[in-house]
């Protein structure tokens, strides 16, 4: 149930208001918090989110009607999103319309404010029911050599990256040169030995059939999916599939040298199309992607996945 509707004011350096307050769609941001509630559940090793969710304005130290987080309340298990992070894809649409109408300068910083006023019979969030999820029963050793140590966060479950799957992802980034390419995880869910709570291994990497890249992009086609499902079935592993694989190249390898030692696109990111393929593709909370990045003098390998309804970089374990 939701019990406000939200709005968007663009602020000019100075705390002064540019233009007229815009109505919030809540579908994407309640969306992203249902991912996080979805996420927290399945950490507990539970099967669906209770219902009914409720989502709620938590105020901003500003006072009321200055909303700080939105919270989603489902059962015992709650998720408090920030409205400045949820929010701040539509306050970039916003001050890219009110510049093309002259009423906020090029190059001047700006920032914003969600605001919220009650509402009724207002639809709630959608819920995701988690019977289908593979849960495993058998156990798992969450054992190896920490990678990226400081992309961890205390609430993800282990996952490990098999030494083959890290090795192939290098292989075909190498091999593909100045064009991206592709490919999807297999991999099976066991419960932590130690913890008794989910862990993930993630056991093969297979090349996007059918999918195509460029310098800029990598595209899968519903080919890629059923013939990685036809090579699921062929494995006979009791593997699923857990995510997509797919690399970078050398974006900046014809920037000057002294740009390329400073440039952010050399360093590992999941761009907004990547992050519009796990979560329409990869929406389950153990679902995570492999990125290979060519960052000038070789390839760094990272794993991102679902933390509170965002996708974020995190930390992983090897057979090393």
């Known amino acids: 149930m939701n019990t406000h509707t ?6 000019r350096e100075g705390r002064h208001p540019v233009g007229e307050p815009v109505d919030l769609s809540l579908r994407g941001p309640l969306q992203r918090g249902v991912e996080a509630l979805h996420w927290r559940s399945f950490l507990a090793g539970n099967r669906l989110v209770p219902e009914p969710v409720r989502a709620l304005p938590r105020w901003s130290p500003l006072g ?4 700080d987080a939105i919270l989603l309340e489902a059962g015992d298990i709650s998720v408090s999103l920030s409205a400045n992070r949820l929010f701040a894809q539509a306050a970039r649409r916003e001050s890219t319309r009110l510049v093309e109408a002259e009423l906020l300068e090029k190059g001047v910083s700006y920032g914003f404010v969600i605001t919220a006023r009650p509402a009724s ?8 029911h988690l019977d289908d999820y593979p849960l495993c029963d058998e156990c798992g050793e969450s054992a190896g050599v920490v990678a990226d140590a400081g992309h961890a966060a205390p609430h993800d479950f282990p996952v490990r990256v098999s030494r083959v799957v890290l090795d192939d992802a290098i292989r075909m980034a190498e091999q593909s040169g100045d064009d991206e390419t592709g490919g999807v995880l297999f991999g099976r869910l066991l419960k932590d030995s130690e913890s008794g709570g989910p862990m993930l291994v993630v056991t093969h990497l297979c090349p996007a059939a059918g999918g195509h890249g460029d310098g800029t992009s990598f595209t899968f086609t519903p080919e890629t999916w059923s013939l990685a499902q036809d090579m699921l079935s062929e494995r006979s592993a009791g593997e699923i ?10 974006f900046c390898k014809d ?5 390329q030692k400073i440039c952010a696109m050399r360093r590992p990111f999941f761009s907004d199309d990547d992050v519009r393929l796990h979560e329409s593709v990869f929406p389950a909370a153990y679902s995570v992607g492999l990125l290979a990045s060519n960052n000038g003098s070789g390839i760094e390998l990272s794993l991102w996945g679902w933390r509170d309804g965002f996708i974020a970089r995190r930390s992983y374990l090897t057979n090393d």
């Not at 019979?121 to 995701?128: E, H, I, K, L, T």
């Not at 599939?241 to 050398?250: L, T």
């Open 6 to 11: 939200y709005s968007l004011h663009i602020l």
């Open 64 to 67: 009321e009607p200055v909303v």
């Open 121 to 128: 019979d207002m639809p709630g969030p959608p819920v995701f």
């Open 241 to 250: 599939m857990i995510g997509s694989y797919h690399s970078h190249p050398d």
């Open 255 to 259: 920037c000057e040298p002294e740009r």
